[in-house]
C-alpha cells in the first residue's frame, strides 16, 4: 500500500505563491508517475500537472502554464507544486496522486493512490 500525504496549502492574496509537498511511504516510490489534481467547491476534480518517474514527461493544463511547476525528489520520495502568480479561481482542495504506471495522464482513473488533500484559498 501506498500514502501520501500533502502539506503547504493555505490563504494567500492574488499574486503571491504557495508550495505543496506530497510525501510519499510504503511500497517502492520507484517507477512511479506522480499527480496533482485540484477540486473547487460543487466542480469536478480537474487535472493539473503530472510527471513521469524520471521527470522526462511532464503534462500540465493549459489554465496553469507559466504559473506552476512540478518537480520530485526520488531520494526523498517526494513531489512537489510550486504556485507563482496565485488567482481566486486557483481556489480548491489540491490532491496528489501516484500511477504504477510510466506515463503521465490527465485521466483521474488512471492513477492508483491519492492524498487526503490541501485547502488553497486565494482571495482577491
Not at 490563504?11 to 489534481?37: E, I, K, P
Not at 496553469?64 to 504556485?83: C, E, H, P, W
Not at 503521465?104 to 491519492?114: A, M, Q, R
Amino acid at each position: 500500500q501506498v500514502q501520501l500525504v500533502e502539506s503547504g496549502g493555505g490563504l494567500v492574496q492574488a499574486g503571491g505563491s504557495l508550495r505543496l509537498s506530497c510525501a510519499v511511504s510504503g511500497r517502492t516510490f520507484s517507477g512511479y508517475t506522480m499527480a496533482w489534481f485540484r477540486q473547487a467547491p460543487g466542480k469536478e476534480r480537474e487535472f493539473v500537472e503530472a510527471i513521469s518517474w524520471s521527470a522526462g514527461m511532464i503534462y500540465y493544463t493549459d489554465s496553469v502554464k507559466g504559473r506552476f511547476t512540478i518537480s520530485r525528489d526520488n531520494a526523498k520520495n517526494m513531489v512537489y507544486l510550486q504556485m507563482n502568480s496565485l488567482r481566486p479561481e486557483d481556489t480548491a482542495v489540491y490532491y496528489c496522486a501516484a500511477s504504477t504506471r510510466d506515463s503521465p495522464s490527465t485521466n483521474v482513473g488512471w492513477y492508483d493512490y491519492w492524498g487526503q488533500g490541501t485547502q488553497v484559498t486565494v482571495s482577491s
